[in-house]
């Protein structure tokens, strides 16, 4: 219990390690945008690699929320200036689903293919957020109902595509995780207006297709 509760107190510090453009990252996306959003857990500072929440095997090191929890997703100004004035280098996370874009997500190479794809198809796309590892096509918000009828009438769906609507979360840019910097792919147009993003069934046909035709469906990345 000691060794998780100075873990947590090493997350919540950090008001010295100043990234001021996180903060201003993150009231751009929840006051501009109205994009809900959180810290991260950040990494664990005695090992970039490794997460700093107590699960020693986290999946997404540096890259989900902990404390708070997901729930805790806001737009309020106030909340989020405190949030990131305490924690000035904690990654910017988006609560997707709701009123917020959802995501599709796939491993890098496939999605270049199926970015390409979709502009040889002049398909207009929103902003792409990518890792090292991976890539998320932000996209409308959708049910679970209409997600589950587009992959039944596909005849196959590679386990490494994941889907990020209610109840999930991806990581923004600039926030920095234990895969690395994220970054924008394809940028937001400026403004003060929240991106537009497509609609999710387009997105798919072109993410399953990329999968498909580059085997990326095992291991599952």
């Not at 200036?81 to 988006?94: E, G, K, Q, S």
């Not at 003060?192 to 085997?215: C, I, K």
Request: charged share 20%; proline share 11%; aromatic share 6%.
């Amino acid at each position: 219990m000691r060794e998780i509760l100075g873990r947590r107190r090493r997350l919540l510090s950090g008001r010295n390690d100043g990234r001021p453009e996180m903060l201003g990252a993150a009231l751009t996306f929840a006051t501009a945008w109205q994009w809900p959003v959180l810290p991260g857990v950040a990494t664990d500072p005695q090992g970039r690699a490794r997460c700093g929440c107590p699960d020693p095997d986290c999946a997404v090191p540096g890259a989900h929320p902990f404390d708070p929890g997901l729930l805790a997703a806001t737009t309020d100004e106030r909340m989020v200036r405190w949030w990131w004035t305490n924690r000035p280098t904690a990654p910017v996370v988006l609560a997707t689903g709701g009123g917020a874009p959802c995501a599709v997500s796939l491993p890098a190479p496939a999605a270049a293919r199926a970015l390409t794809a979709l502009d040889q198809a002049g398909m207009r796309l929103g902003p792409v957020v990518a890792s090292p590892d991976r890539w998320a096509i932000l996209v409308a918000p959708y049910s679970m109902e209409r997600l589950g009828e587009l992959l039944y009438a596909k005849d196959f769906v590679p386990g490494s595509l994941r889907f990020h609507g209610d109840g999930g979360y991806i990581a923004l840019p600039p926030s920095e995780t234990g895969q690395g910097r994220v970054r924008w792919e394809r940028a937001p147009l400026p403004g003060s207006a929240a991106p537009w993003v497509p609609d999710v069934e387009a997105v798919v046909d072109a993410a399953v297709e990329a999968l498909t035709r580059t085997g990326v469906s095992a291991p599952e990345l």
